[in-house]
């Protein structure tokens, strides 16, 4: 799924227009963003946990020249944890519960 699928997806379900769903999709990505760009975690309860973990330096080998050493630098990178009932969903092929229902909000 793309993240014009997602606000596709949105906007058809929630009946709304996408010009006004993108910017409340675009809002929470950016959130998250930050969040992580600042060290945070992100705790989405039954999703998963969005956080950032520091690799440490390390010394590899080219996989062209396996007698080569290269030195792989410390990184910091964004991981993401399946939360319980995700995994239940889809890697443990639980059944799907029956969406929420959601109302839309009235329009003008």
Known sequence: ???AELIDGIAEKLD???KDVTPVVEEVFDSIEGALERGEKCTFVGFGVFEVKDR???EGRNP????KI???PAKRVPIFRPGKDL????IKGGKPQAPKPVKAPKKK
């Open 16 to 18: 709304m227009k996408k």
């Open 87 to 90: 995994k239940e969903r889809v």
């Open 64 to 67: 062209q020249d396996p007698t």
């Open 1 to 3: 799924m793309t993240k």
């Open 56 to 58: 440490a330096a390390r």
């Open 70 to 72: 290269v030195k792989i």
